[in-house]
Nanobody
């Protein structure tokens, strides 16, 4: 099994910055991708940013130029640097990891418990 521990959510004023972290631990053989999703009140969960094993990244249009996803492979940790935050960035941010636990195992999807980000206007 793989466990994910997120941190970094907080209350911040519009225009401010936050850095989210998600550390993966457990029986990890390989990680295919690490990503951040968010769910705003009353809305569906949506992809914010993803980084795959080769380092390629992709972002939701709404955060391009403001958010940066990065990864520390040695620590199995993914970060989301969020700058120029807007009230519409408010929501619960979830870490998502696609990983396998053995060379013969297929990849599985793991989710963190979520960390809340609130941006006040």
């Amino acid at each position: 099994q793989v466990q994910l521990v997120e941190s970094g959510g907080d209350l911040v004023q519009a225009g401010g910055s936050l850095r989210l972290s998600c550390a993966a631990s457990g029986s990890i053989f390989s990680i295919n991708s690490m990503a951040w999703y968010r769910q705003a009140p009353g809305k569906q969960r949506e992809l914010v940013a993803r980084i795959i094993s080769g380092g390629t990244t992709n972002y939701a249009d709404s955060v391009k130029g403001r958010f940066t996803i990065s990864r520390d492979n040695a620590k199995n940790t993914v970060y989301l640097q969020m700058n120029s935050l807007k009230p519409e960035d408010t929501g619960v941010y979830y870490c998502n990891v696609v990983a396998s636990t053995g060379w013969a195992s297929g990849a599985s999807i793991y989710w963190g418990q979520g960390t809340r980000v609130t941006v006040s206007s």
